[in-house]
């Protein structure tokens, strides 16, 4: 059974929430949105602004604040968060080749995927496990 999670990682599960939108947005099978455009060039605009204006400060506080508090606290969660911090910069990849070829559907449904599975991946397996190891007293003191 997953662990409540704990309130000084909520920030970034709430932001998750606005990633997973997008994730599912950007996928070929994604249902159409009510007042959301369903072509691949509008689509490609609305997931390069959600982007650079939501999910990169996202990756930024998780690489200032998180990773080195996982290094700190939780030294077992290493080289899972090495590999999450590697797909940022794959996701960052997949949106300059988006904005090269925004009409391109099959780079959008790439990078809707590998961002589907990166939230999960933290919500599931590193926010789990950090929470567990690193224990109550040391997330108190993580701030986001």
Known sequence: MPLKRHTNLAPLSRDHMKGLFLSRYAQK????????????PSKTAIIIDGFVNELLPHFRRE????????????????????EIFAEHKLLQELAEKMKSD???ADLLDE?????????????????????????????????L
Do not use: C, W
């Open 63 to 82: 690489e200032d604040i998180l990773l080195p508090f996982i290094k700190e606290f939780a030294p077992g969660l290493v080289e899972l968060a090495d």
């Open 29 to 40: 099978n994604a249902p159409p949105y009510k007042n959301f455009p369903v072509d691949t």
């Open 102 to 104: 925004p009409g391109s």
């Open 111 to 143: 990078f809707g995927r590998v961002l589907e599975g990166h939230i999960r991946k933290e919500e599931r397996i590193l926010f789990e496990k950090l929470q567990e190891e690193a224990g109550e007293e040391k997330m108190k003191g993580l701030e």
